[in-house]
């Protein structure tokens, strides 16, 4: 909780900003991102079931299955395949895979490709084998639900959601700007107080 002092007429103020904290568990600290906030419930992912390629295999993911078996999982969503942010971001990801891994959590990288270009590009032009899920989302409807779609240009934004066990989004954050990139230190240490 955020509390700011402000001054009033003669006697100070008290403006209490909840922010981050989820309304639904009111003894839970877990925090979340309140722009995930709806009408006071924290926002659910859909149980998508989408093609991807893994270990250099196309093959279909669902999220309730993944969750099954993992704490959480770390949704990456980025522009798409051959562009500039695409190589930076899922280098990113693969350079800290054993820390999600060791957070019992699965990272996936998601864009609206399909799974025949995923598979071009990381055989063409990405320089290596990752070692987490690229996810297809060609019908955008993942995209949609977590509202990531750029309006303009119709590629996703580049953002993070941490979805618990219960489809909760725990945290999310959404990068406009292709200079920044992903703090891994701050969604691995997020990650490590659930």
């Given amino acids: 909780m955020v509390t700011l002092l402000t001054e009033g007429q003669g006697e100070d103020v008290l403006i209490s900003k909840r922010r981050r904290l989820c309304e639904n568990d009111e003894h839970d600290s877990t925090m979340i ?15 998508f ?26 949704l990456f969503f980025y522009e798409g395949d051959f562009t500039p942010s695409a190589s930076k971001d899922l280098m990113s990801i693969n350079h800290h895979a054993a820390r999600f891994e060791s957070l019992n959590t699965i990272p996936l990288a998601m864009s609206a ?39 303009s240009t119709g590629f996703t934004h580049r953002a993070v959601f941490i979805i618990d066990k219960t489809r909760k989004i725990r945290f999310s954050f959404v990068i406009e700007d292709s200079r920044i990139m992903h703090s891994m230190d701050t969604i691995c240490s997020f990650l490590s107080t659930f």
């Fill in 33 to 47: 991102n309140p722009v995930q906030r709806f009408f006071g419930e924290c926002m659910v992912a859909p149980d």
């Fill in 49 to 74: 079931n989408c093609a991807s390629v893994y270990n250099n295999q196309i093959s279909r993911i669902q999220l309730s299955t993944l969750l099954g078996q993992y704490k959480a999982v770390a």
């Fill in 113 to 151: 490709d399909t799974e025949m270009v995923h598979s071009a590009y990381i055989h063409s032009e990405l320089g290596f084998t990752p070692s987490f899920p690229l996810v297809a989302d060609t019908t955008r409807s993942v995209s949609r639900h977590f509202n990531t779609i750029h309006p």
